[in-house]
């Protein structure tokens, strides 16, 4: 009976201790762990109403640990793919995509080992599909491309739409190839101020292509409504050699008289600087 009554006054203390401790006790699963580490049996409130603050993921230590392994494959992916080690370097891509990083990026490369000859275009299009199907940029590209090429238009517009448009898949200025197989598929249908249009905004994003056919659009004119601009395709013919291509590069004549904007007489002391005129 003595034992009883221990027990029982015992237990009472620990429901008074317990009643005074719990108003004080943080109930979120970060700030929970925080508070009661000695505790290895805490678990976070599932009740909605319990919690004080918006609950955020816990990093363990080992889904850490396999995020940097996952990032350290892929790191070693991109180093054999660059040396030509494809087959090596997609299988290190796939146990990184295992692992849940970068599962669009394995997606991306599988297309491109499918598109070396000798090519296999369909098996190109059910990865690159998947791929896109994650909002990947790279895969929802070439996906168009590939439907552009197969002269597919309607399904290349669609694909690559999501991309070139700005702040969609291909980020705050668009993809500039997406917006350069735009402006093409629109020159080969005769559309051109369109194709224009396309080709400005993939110019405007680097890429030197498109520079060249602005250079030659502006100092050709055309019937279509593009008049004939001699300073707006000096303009980007210079742009393009400054941005490294051979035949801009080798037309640009430094020293001539010709009036220039600050930026395109920047343009030519950087080529100057680099030895390339």
């Given at each position: 009976?003595?034992?009883?009554?221990?027990?029982?006054?015992?237990?009472?203390?620990?429901?008074?201790?317990?009643?005074?401790?719990?108003?004080?006790?943080?109930?979120?699963?970060?700030?929970?762990?925080?508070?009661?580490?000695?505790?290895?049996?805490?678990?976070?409130?599932?009740?909605?109403?319990?919690?004080?603050?918006?609950?955020?993921?816990?990093?363990?230590?080992?889904?850490?640990?396999?995020?940097?392994?996952?990032?350290?494959?892929?790191?070693?992916?991109?180093?054999?793919?660059?040396?030509?080690?494809?087959?090596?370097?997609?299988?290190?891509?796939g146990r990184s995509a295992q692992k849940g990083y970068e599962v669009g990026e394995y997606c991306f490369r599988w297309g491109q080992y499918h598109e070396l000859p000798p090519a296999d275009i369909q098996q190109a299009i059910r990865w690159y599909a998947r791929g896109a199907r994650m909002n990947h940029m790279g895969c929802t590209t070439m996906l168009g491309k590939i439907h552009l090429a197969l002269g597919h238009h309607a399904k290349a517009e669609d694909w690559l739409s999501r991309t070139a448009q700005p702040h969609r898949y291909g980020g705050t200025y668009g993809d500039s190839l997406a917006q350069w197989f735009l402006a093409e598929m629109n020159f080969q249908g005769g559309a051109l101020r369109k194709a224009v249009r396309w080709w400005k905004r993939s110019a405007e994003n680097g890429d030197v292509d498109a520079m060249m056919r602005l250079a030659q659009v502006f100092s050709e004119g055309h019937p279509a409504g593009i008049p004939q601009e001699a300073m707006r395709a000096s303009h980007w013919f210079l742009a393009a050699a400054a941005n490294g291509h051979p035949s801009a590069i080798s037309k640009v004549k430094f020293g001539d008289e010709v009036a220039r904007s600050v930026v395109e007489e920047r343009w030519l002391h950087d080529m100057e600087d680099r030895g390339w005129l």
């Open positions: 009976a003595t034992v009883a009554a221990m027990v029982t006054g015992l237990a009472a203390v620990s429901l008074v201790t317990a009643a005074l401790v719990w108003p004080c006790t943080r109930v979120t699963a970060v700030e929970g762990q925080e508070d009661l580490r000695g505790a290895t049996d805490f678990k976070p409130s599932r009740f909605v109403h319990c919690q004080t603050e918006p609950v955020e993921p816990v990093d363990f230590p080992g889904e850490q640990l396999l995020r940097h392994i996952a990032a350290w494959e892929f790191q070693e992916a991109a180093t054999a793919w660059n040396l030509q080690l494809l087959l090596p370097a997609i299988k290190l891509f």
